[in-house]
Structures are given as structure tokens and as C-alpha cells.
């Protein structure tokens, strides 16, 4: 084969034909819909499944091999998938999962999945069916939470890059535009404020926005976890006395370890005072807007400058789908809109539009991450949806009660939402340890462990919309039965 001075083949005649589509469709479509039929048995038998399970040796070694040079069949790369993949998921499709916050994802989801991934298309600009369904998105969320029509919005992976963005735009609206070219440099240092019991992505969205997270305040919080609105006012006092530069606030709605809400409103109250950012870190509990018995525990959310969140989590859209919603939409175009000669806009074609995904977020190249969500809420419907959370809630209080009931247990943080945490009598912390991943490895169950006031704790996060009252008293059988085998509480 001759060459041309570039290394490209000197005639088209020298090469096969390129396309990477299958060379016999029907063998195809069989061989996908014979893994899609597998697939949505997967689902459906789910409880006959181990909760998790380690991969196995074979597994390990088989993604050891070299890079292949030359094609496979499909049929074979399938069975691998089914072999090798499908039995070693993280779990979060069971019912008895509970160990971190994940959405169980949904059937609909999944049929979203295979619609976004065949059309392919990059949802970081241009004019088409893509940027729509986002855009309807921002309003179904602007209605939700109570912002106005103008508000913004954006997918991305998930609430620490929605709570990095959000970080930015504070950042970029307290110092100006210019901050964009010049930095930090010769400006005040800013200083920003949270709770002492807020996600971590928190200290490292200051970290990647260059503010540093020596400059976050963690803020003080009462015996339910929730940020006290007295210390952070005090706090808010004293930077501005040392010369300091207060600029943001971030509210939790549902910390991570107990589930706990800030009185946002309260929070929103000092930082229309004190002209700060308020921002909401909604990636546990701000979807819970959907329910009509919940919406109350988050008022104030309605007046944040900002909120963070994750359909898949409790709206149960298949990963990942994290959501940024900015009252401002103009501030969040500030932050980051660019001039570059590829990304000109013009008022007919492909390049229509004013505002593109791409004004609004660090991402050029996008997933279509609003399709999955928009039929999860389109064929489900924002009450089922609601409901479904509500019942999540309900469930982490009957197990409370259970828990409450038996002598072998105590709850160690009140059960804002729907997360359970609790302690074993007499037990220390590797007792407590080795009976979660005992737990974990059984495949029965999989609950985690977190800290609280300096105790190790079970922790159980009631996410999936499949766990029932059933499920529950379930594992209460499973958890009282492993510590009477191991002559703890018969």
C-alpha cells in the first residue's frame, strides 16, 4: 500500500471500506435484542440476586489483556458482558442495597440509554432536538423548586461538578468578569461559609475555583445536624472585621452522613442581608420538592441563588445526571461563555441559537444526559415520582422503629429524611466494621458505615424505589440473626 507524504493511504481503492456498522443487520438487531431481553430479566429478578458480589478471579484476569488489533465477534464480546459484567455490578439495583445514596435507575431509563446513545449526539451546542429537551428540564425544575422563568441550567455528572460550577459563578459575580483573565491576584481574600456536616466536594470546589479551602468556614451545627443560622452570622462578623471578604453561603438539603436540612430559610434571610450567594447543595434531598408531604422541610430553597442536584438519585434516572438550576441565568453565562471563532452563532442552521450548554459550564463536548430524565419524568410522572420518595422516607422510619424496639440497637441521629444511622450495644468500632462488609460480602444486605460524634456507626440509605416494608423487616432478620450467630443478642 503507497502512502502519501502525510502517512494517509495514497488511494481511497487501497483500503476496504471504513464503515464500522455490522456487516449483516439481522445478525445484529438479534444479538441486541437477545441482551436487551437479558438485560430486562436482570431487572426484573433482581431479589433472586446476590445484593453484591466481589468479581471473581476469572473476571480480574480476563481485563488483563493486551489490546486487540483485530476484530471478534459480537456474539462472543456479549457473553462476556453477560459473564464478566453484569454479575459484578455495584448492587444499587437491589432493594437491600443501602449502604450510599444511588438511584436504583428505572426500565424507562434504560430504553432512554439505548434512544440517547444511538442518536449520538454532542449536547454542548448547536441547534437541535438535544438542547430543547435540556432546556425543558431547567423549566420543569425552575417550576419544582419555585425559580423564576430566566432561571439557567445544566446537566453534568453529578452535584460536586454542579457544586464546583456554582462555586464559580459566586466567584466570578463577586469579583467581576475580569477575575476570568486576571485571577485572584490583588483582590481581598474571599471567604465563604457551609456547614460543619456538608459533602466535601464543598472544600474542593474552593480548592479547584482557586479560592482555597482554607478560606471555607465550616459552620457549627445543632444536635440534629443542622447548621446553626446564630454562628454563622457571627462568623459572617468576625472576616468582616478582620478585612475578610464574604461572598457565599451553601445550604445542605440532606447531609450525606444523617440526612439533615439547614433551615434554608433562615440562611437565605442572612445572605440577602449580608449580599452573599446562597447556594443549596440539593444532591440528597432537594428532589423531595416533588413530594407534596415533604416540600415544607425545604423552605427557603425557593430563595437560593443556586441548587445542586441529582436525578440519579431519588429520581431514579440511570448515572449520571447531576443538575445545576441558577436563578440568574445572565450571571451563569458571565462565568463562562467564550468568544472562540468555532463556537460563532448565527440566526439560521446548525449554529442557531443564543444561548448554548456550552455558555454555561465547562464542558464543550456533552452527553445527552436530558433525554434519560426527561422520559424517567415524562412517562412517570412528577406525583409517582414524589410519592416514591415519600415512601423512601417512610420506609428509614419504620426501620428507626425497629430498630428503636430492639434491645440490641440505638439510634445515633434523628431521621430527617431517609437515612438511618445506629449503633450496636456493647460493640466497638471493628465489631461495628467487620459486620458491614460481613454483611456486603454475604451478598444478604449492604449497608455502610460512617462517623458520628466520633462513634462508628451503621448507616443506611433508603434510595431504591423497588425496597418495600417487606424488604425492611427483612433486614432486621438478617441483622439480628448475624449477631445471634456470633452470640450477640440472641
Not at 239 to 266: C, M, Q
Not at 307 to 326: E, I, N, T
Not at 446 to 472: F, K, Q
Amino acid at each position: 500500500m503507497s502512502l502519501s507524504a502525510n502517512g494517509i493511504p495514497a488511494a481511497a481503492g487501497d483500503l476496504a471500506e471504513p464503515s464500522l456498522d455490522p456487516a449483516d443487520w439481522d445478525q445484529f438487531r438479534e444479538l441486541a435484542h437477545g441482551l436487551l431481553d437479558d438485560m430486562i430479566t436482570h431487572i426484573e429478578t433482581i431479589r433472586q440476586r446476590p445484593v453484591w458480589q466481589a468479581p471473581a478471579e476469572e473476571t480480574r484476569q480476563r481485563f488483563t489483556r493486551p489490546l486487540p488489533n483485530g476484530s471478534r465477534e459480537l456474539g462472543e464480546v456479549l457473553d462476556d458482558v453477560r459473564t464478566h459484567i453484569m454479575p459484578f455490578a455495584t448492587g444499587n439495583l437491589h432493594p437491600l442495597f443501602m449502604g450510599w445514596v444511588h438511584g436504583a435507575g428505572t426500565p424507562v431509563g434504560m430504553v432512554a440509554e439505548i434512544v440517547a446513545s444511538g442518536l449520538n449526539m454532542n449536547c454542548g451546542g448547536r441547534d437541535h432536538a438535544g438542547l430543547v429537551v435540556e432546556q425543558q428540564i431547567v423549566r420543569w425544575m425552575s417550576e419544582a423548586l419555585g425559580y423564576p422563568d430566566g432561571a439557567s441550567g445544566l446537566f453534568l455528572t453529578g452535584s460536586s461538578m454542579a457544586n464546583f460550577v456554582a462555586v464559580t459563578i459566586a466567584r466570578t459575580e463577586a469579583l467581576g468578569q475580569s477575575v476570568r483573565e486576571t485571577g485572584l491576584r490583588g483582590e481581598r481574600q474571599l471567604v465563604a461559609y457551609t456547614s460543619a456536616q456538608a459533602h466535601s466536594c464543598i472544600a474542593q470546589a474552593m480548592q479547584l475555583s482557586g479560592i482555597g479551602s482554607a478560606n471555607l468556614r465550616l459552620v457549627e451545627v445543632d444536635d440534629a445536624g443542622r447548621m446553626l443560622p446564630d454562628a454563622l452570622r457571627a462568623m459572617i462578623a468576625e472576616d468582616r472585621a478582620k478585612g475578610f471578604w464574604p461572598f457565599l453561603v451553601v445550604g445542605t438539603a440532606g447531609t450525606v452522613n444523617t440526612g439533615a436540612i439547614d433551615p434554608l430559610a433562615d440562611i437565605a434571610d442572612i445572605a440577602s442581608r449580608e449580599n452573599l450567594w446562597f447556594h443549596v447543595d440539593g444532591a440528597i434531598g432537594a428532589l423531595a420538592m416533588l413530594s407534596d408531604s415533604l416540600r415544607d422541610l425545604f423552605k427557603g430553597i425557593e430563595r437560593s441563588a443556586s441548587v445542586a442536584l441529582d436525578f440519579h438519585k431519588w429520581g431514579q434516572v440511570p448515572y449520571d445526571a447531576g443538575f445545576l438550576l441558577v436563578r440568574d441565568g445572565d450571571a451563569q453565562k458571565r462565568t463562562f461563555a467564550q468568544p472562540a471563532a468555532y463556537l460563532q452563532r448565527a440566526d439560521r442552521g446548525l449554529a442557531a441559537g443564543e444561548t448554548w450548554p456550552c455558555d454555561l459550564g465547562p464542558d464543550l463536548s456533552r452527553g445527552f444526559r436530558a433525554l434519560k430524565t426527561w422520559m424517567t419524568i415524562e412517562a412517570l410522572g412528577a406525583d409517582r415520582i414524589g410519592q416514591s420518595i415519600a415512601h423512601s422516607c417512610m420506609l428509614a422510619h419504620h426501620l428507626a422503629k425497629r430498630l428503636e424496639r430492639h434491645p440490641a440497637f440505638e439510634l445515633k441521629a434523628p431521621v430527617a429524611l431517609n437515612i438511618v444511622c445506629f449503633g450496636i450495644r456493647g460493640s466497638d468500632a471493628e465489631f461495628v466494621r467487620t459486620l458491614v462488609l460481613d454483611l456486603q460480602e454475604s451478598g444478604l444486605a449492604a449497608p455502610s458505615w460512617t462517623t458520628i460524634n466520633g462513634e462508628l456507626v451503621v448507616r443506611c440509605a433508603i434510595v431504591n424505589h423497588r425496597t418495600t416494608t417487606a424488604d425492611i423487616d427483612g433486614f432486621m432478620d438478617i441483622l439480628t440473626s448475624t449477631l445471634a450467630d456470633r452470640g450477640v443478642w440472641s
